[in-house]
T-cell receptor, first 109, second 117 residues
Framework: GQNIDQPTEMTATEGAIVQINCTYQ??????LFWYQQHAGEAPTFLSY??LDGLEEKGRFSSFLSRSKGYSYLLLKELQMKDSASYLC??????????WGAGTKLIIKP | GAVVSQHPSWVICKSGTSVKIECRSL??????MFWYRQFPKQSLMLMAT?????????EQGVEKDKFLINHASLTLSTLTVTSAHPEDSSFYIC?????????????FGPGTRLTVL
């Protein structure tokens, strides 16, 4: 079956670095998305990885290992506004998104 | 965990026809369901929010007569794209929320890819 696993909740300190892990099992693979969702708002696109390796985009980086079925989102220089849910969503062979339940990230001063 | 399904996964239709997409919460009752449209590698664009038994609330710029939403039960919402045109081709994603609060978890469906010829 298809399965996504990411931590339910994480807490980090303002200014620090946090890594949110995501492991997945899908029928085929057509890339993996990370989204940020603030309460009451629509998910915001953060990254899309289809090849192995690290992609850096400002304070946010995303890593993918297809052989391990593993991805992580790295957030640097954390700001209070980064408090949100982070959704990992690989795309299967039918181009369907398989959603994780999301990781609620709490940033403390 | 909670599961949301969508049907169909893919649909190809001719211009001018109508297409219905179903969104179901499989193991929970969804107080609220959301419909999104996704463009490649972009954020999900909220189209409308629907609560069971009441009319959907549409976001600004979304034509309510073109995108008909029905949330007839606590486990089913439908989006009907009426008189579809090629510019309506997109990836439509629904989500469902059991609770009524903004902080309650949303569970997302796998999406429906619509191609209008």
């Amino acid at each position: 079956g298809q399965n996504i696993d990411q931590p339910t909740e994480m807490t980090a300190t303002e200014g620090a670095i946090v890594q949110i892990n995501c492991t997945y099992q899908t029928s085929g693979f057509n890339g993996l998305f990370w989204y940020q969702q603030h309460a009451g708002e629509a998910p915001t696109f953060l990254s899309y990885n289809v090849l192995d390796g690290l992609e850096e985009k400002g304070r946010f980086s995303s890593f993918l290992s297809r052989s391990k079925g593993y991805s992580y989102l790295l957030l640097k220089e954390l700001q209070m506004k980064d408090s949100a849910s982070y959704l990992c969503a690989p795309m299967d062979s039918n181009y369907q998104l398989i959603w994780g339940a999301g990781t609620k990230l709490i940033i403390k001063p | 965990g909670a599961v949301v399904s969508q049907h169909p996964s893919w649909v190809i239709c001719k211009s001018g026809t109508s297409v219905k997409i179903e969104c179901r919460s499989l193991d929970f009752q969804a107080t609220t369901m959301f419909w999104y449209r996704q463009f490649p590698k972009q954020s999900l664009m909220l189209m409308a929010t629907s609560n069971e038994g009441s009319k959907a609330t549409y976001e600004q710029g979304v034509e309510k007569d073109k995108f008909l939403i029905n949330h007839a039960s606590l486990t089913l919402s439908t989006l009907t794209v009426t008189s579809a045109h090629p510019e309506d081709s997109s990836f439509y994603i629904c989500s469902a929320r059991e609770g009524a609060g903004d902080t309650d978890t949303q569970y997302f469906g796998p999406g429906t890819r619509l191609t209008v010829l």
